[in-house]
């Protein structure tokens, strides 16, 4: 996103407050270890804050709830951020929520104008364990909200709130979503790698986020490396990912503002289905509501609060990840590699690539490799242009039979020859027999 909009996004969602289970990770043995792990649920939110008058969310609880149904309706599991007393409409839409909470959230954007953020770990810790205390056994509570965007500079104090929140309470996650690898040097240090790493150590978190827009540029035809750094961010989440053993989150851009395009269906598909094939195990949506700063476009839900058409393209789109969810829930990315044109900073097939090559009328294909915990050999196959349907015949080494799993209904169809029709920005989950 735009450093404008974000500082917005931070500001909003922190400042006034003040003023995505998931299987998490697999054992050595391949199974899921994690307390929050449920085979049908998967992390879809709405990022969102819905407890002021920056996007819409009617005034009267009935209307409230109303729009929260129709999220649910839209293949929603997660509301956004909320507080305390907004919980029980969460939970009678049939949702979750990340709770936001003075308690936990600091001056994370003071570093700007120079303040410098300490926070005392004994009173931190009162506070956490005064808010875990609060919505033990409530259900509806998915996590804890800590920060948006961190900058190098408040880390250390974030890891404190992180640390202690998952010490207080295992089962449910803290979010923090992370700058993507085109921030400006001065939030990063200079050093994404050393950002990323750094918030780790830190903060030795139960689960990543990251928002990365760079998929939804106009100009992706003249300057192609400024897609690639999508990929390469994705790569960057999904070695993290595996290196820590818990998952990470894809932030999509479904709200246009500034420069960022219009959202086609191919767009935000590809956005999608990019993000599972580098292991993504929750997306989420900025923004559901079209929010109320002046470059913001519409998003699925327009500032009067009725459905745009951009709320049929997220509705469709989320319930493809449903239908899917129960198998990708059991898988763990193992690699990537493109066939056809490979955007800088991302891999070639290597020696012993499931899927070798294809013929056909794409320009390239994102492959995604997996395993499923009993062992089973799966791929991802995604058609990276946003504009064209792609026929392929792919390639396969050392593979005797595919099935696709179907993301109607989650069942399995057989694959013939290795040919698949790709919408565009589609991806195609294949399980493999191998030989």
Known sequence: MSVQMSLIKTVLALGLVVGCGVQLAFSEDGKERSPLNSSGFFP????????????YFADEPSQRLEQLKMMKECGFT??????????????????????IDPRITYDWVG????????????????????????????????GYY???????????????????LKEADPSRITYVNL????????????NYDEYLQSFIELSQPNMLSVDNYFLMRPDESIDSSLTAL???????????????????????????????????????????????????????YFCYFQNRS??????????????????GIVSELNHEVLALAPTLNRLKVVRNYFLGEVPAGSEKPPGDALVTGFSGAASALLIGEFRHEDGGAFVFVVNTDRKQSASVDLVFNNV????????????????????????????????????
């Open 111 to 142: 570093w700007l104008h120079g303040k410098k953020l300490e926070i005392n770990e004994d009173d931190a810790r009162k506070k956490v364990e005064s808010l875990v205390n609060e919505v033990k056994g409530r259900d509806v509570v998915y």
């Open 44 to 55: 879809i939110m709405a990022w969102d804050w819905n407890y002021d008058n920056w996007n």
């Open 146 to 164: 800590v920060v948006d965007e961190p900058g190098s500079e408040v880390l250390p104090a974030v890891g404190i709130v992180t640390r202690l």
């Open 230 to 284: 999508f990929y390469s961010n994705m790569a960057k989440m999904r070695d993290a990912s595996l290196a820590q053993n818990v998952p990470f989150w894809s932030v999509l851009l479904s709200m246009p503002h500034q420069t960022y395009v219009n959202i086609t269906r191919g767009n935000m598909a590809r956005q999608v289905y990019a993000s599972l094939a580098y292991g993504a195990k929750g997306l989420s």
């Open 179 to 190: 700058h993507p690898n085109y921030a400006p040097p001065k939030y990063i240090a200079g």
């Open 78 to 99: 997660i509301a956004g951020l909320f507080r305390e007393s907004e919980l029980n409409l969460v939970q009678e839409a049939g949702l979750k929520a990340l709770i």
């Open 294 to 311: 002046p470059d913001a476009m519409s998003g699925p839900i327009d500032r009067a609060g009725n459905k745009t058409p951009i709320w």
């Open 400 to 435: 005797s039979a595919v099935q696709r799993v179907s993301a109607k209904d989650g069942e399995m169809q057989e694959v013939v020859d290795g040919r698949l029709l790709l919408k565009a920005g589609e991806g195609a989950l294949l399980k493999l027999t191998l030989k």
